[in-house]
């Protein structure tokens, strides 16, 4: 053991359960790792925290934080320098549910959604502009998609409109029926039509169970704030119903056969539509990046480094991320540090690559340690 640990450092070690000795060498490496890369650790702090794997389990879609989480990032948030946020692809919506419900957290910020929008202290901030045309066009050529192609779908409630977010038969294969808004929140097909009121015309068919709409883009709005805003990731059945209306209806069972492969099968005809490139996922998930984006600087560390500079306005700060893979590794490595998660991916890309890393088993340990360690880097 070479770092001696606080007396606070030492309480919240056995609060958390945590192996002392492990956390002693986790500050050491710290402390190591900033001084051989040239970061001050004794200034401001921003630091962003992944929410799968450092702090929820990857195949925990119900989003339960590991035990003391919340402990962990309430003691680095009181350090004073440090500014803590989340930093995710989760959506701002599934986030704020997540800190209110899961985390209870206050003072915590959100960077989401690729960076392209963030939150703090309850004000959001849009680094890829808010294009609501973009949004509206976007949820016609989904529900056209997927009517051409016979598969539901569920959107994700994005703020932002350069990455827009679906499932494709994701309820049972993507177990999205166990999402925390999702959940014992699933809306009636009339309370679905309530919400697309008075922004979109919609008919609701009782007889039928489905709800009939022009599919114009000037007869989106309601179905966007429904869809995105108001009930989001609510998976939908969609048929055209004549030459230029379709139908909708919510259906939670997943089409008999459709798996990993079958998904990928169906995405280029979501591209081709669009115009945006997709990033497929093994829960089911379909990102769909505008190519706006591709032409500009919207990462996860980007988001952070906005979100810094209001926090210390002109003052000097070092960007910290930790996460658990190749997304969560700044594409700027000036004035960061990697948090690589022990065992991750990130870690391997991270020595590889010769990436200015330290390596925490979760965010609980990670929050002591560089607590611990931007003290001791203070006082020299």
Same mark, same amino acid.
């Given at each position: 053991?070479i770092a001696?640990?606080?007396?606070?450092?030492?309480?919240?070690?056995?609060?958390?359960?945590?192996?002392?000795v492990?956390?002693?060498d986790l500050i050491q490496?710290i402390l190591d790792?900033a001084?051989?890369?040239?970061?001050?650790?004794?200034?401001?702090?921003?630091?962003?925290?992944?929410?799968?794997g450092?702090?929820?389990?990857?195949?925990?879609?119900?989003?339960?934080?590991?035990p003391?989480?919340?402990?962990?990032?309430?003691y680095l948030?009181?350090?004073p320098?440090?500014e803590?946020?989340?930093?995710t692809?989760?959506?701002?919506?599934?986030?704020?549910?997540?800190?209110?419900?899961?985390?209870?957290?206050?003072?915590l910020?959100?960077?989401?959604e690729y960076?392209?929008?963030?939150?703090?202290?309850?004000?959001?901030?849009?680094?890829?502009?808010?294009?609501?045309?973009?949004?509206?066009?976007?949820?016609k050529d989904?529900l056209v998609?997927?009517?051409?192609n016979?598969?539901k779908?569920?959107?994700q409630?994005?703020?932002s409109?350069?990455?827009?977010a679906?499932y494709? !038969?994701?309820?049972?294969n993507?177990?999205l029926? !166990?999402?925390?808004?999702?959940?014992?929140?699933?809306?009636?097909?009339?309370?679905?039509?309530?919400?697309?009121?008075?922004?979109s015309?919609?008919?609701?068919? !009782?007889?039928?169970g489905?709800?009939?709409?022009?599919?114009?883009?000037?007869?989106?709005?309601?179905?966007?704030?429904?869809?995105?805003?108001?009930?989001?990731?609510?998976?939908?059945?969609?048929?055209?119903?004549g030459?230029?209306?379709?139908a909708?209806?919510?259906?939670?069972l997943?089409?008999?056969?459709?798996?990993?492969?079958?998904?990928k099968?169906?995405?280029?005809?979501?591209?081709?539509?669009?115009?945006?490139?997709?990033?497929?996922?093994?829960?089911?998930g379909?990102?769909?990046?505008?190519?706006a984006?591709?032409e500009?600087n919207y990462?996860?560390?980007?988001?952070?480094?906005?979100?810094?500079?209001?926090?210390f306005?002109?003052? !000097?700060?070092?960007s910290?991320?930790i996460?658990?893979?190749?997304?969560?590794?700044?594409k700027?490595?000036?004035?960061?540090?990697?948090?690589?998660q022990?065992?991750?991916?990130?870690?391997?890309i991270?020595?590889?690559?010769?990436?200015?890393s330290?390596?925490?088993?979760?965010?609980r340990?990670?929050?002591? #340690?560089? #607590?611990?360690?931007?003290?001791?880097?203070?006082?020299?």
């Open positions: 053991m001696k640990l606080s007396d606070q450092a030492e309480q919240m070690a056995q609060q958390l359960s945590l192996d002392k492990h956390l002693a490496d790792v001084s051989k890369s040239g970061r001050e650790l004794g200034g401001n702090i921003v630091c962003g925290l992944d929410v799968n450092p702090i929820v389990d990857c195949d925990d879609s119900e989003l339960n934080a590991y003391g989480s919340s402990e962990a990032i309430n948030i009181a350090v320098g440090i803590v946020t989340l930093c692809g989760w959506d701002l919506a599934s986030m704020a549910f997540f800190k209110e419900n899961r985390l209870s957290v206050e003072g910020g959100t960077v989401g960076g392209m929008v963030y939150e703090r202290k309850g004000i959001h901030r849009y680094l890829y502009p808010h294009n609501e045309d973009e949004a509206l066009q976007f949820v989904v998609s997927a009517a051409e016979d598969v779908v569920g959107f409630g994005n703020f409109t350069g990455a827009g679906i494709i !038969e994701g309820d049972h993507g177990n029926l !166990e999402h925390p808004l999702v959940k014992g929140r699933r809306p009636t097909l009339a309370q679905l039509a309530e919400a697309c009121r008075p922004d015309e919609v008919e609701l068919d !009782e007889v039928a489905r709800l009939r709409f022009k599919k114009d883009v000037g007869n989106m709005p309601g179905l966007y704030k429904a869809l995105v805003k108001t009930h989001p990731l609510i998976s939908l059945r969609v048929e055209r119903d030459e230029n209306d379709l909708i209806w919510i259906d939670d997943d089409k008999d056969g459709f798996d990993f492969e079958s998904l099968a169906v995405v280029p005809h979501f591209e081709k539509r669009s115009g945006r490139k997709a990033l497929v996922y093994e829960d089911f379909v990102d769909l990046i505008a190519a984006v591709e500009g990462s996860k560390d980007a988001g952070l480094r906005e979100l810094g500079r209001e926090a306005g002109h003052d !000097e700060f070092l910290i991320i996460g658990d893979k190749r997304s969560d590794i700044p700027t490595l000036t004035r960061t540090l990697m948090a690589a022990k065992g991750s991916s990130a870690e391997q991270a020595k590889e690559e010769n990436i200015p330290f390596y925490p088993l979760d965010v340990d990670f929050a002591v #340690a560089l #607590a611990e360690a931007h003290r001791i880097a203070k006082e020299g």
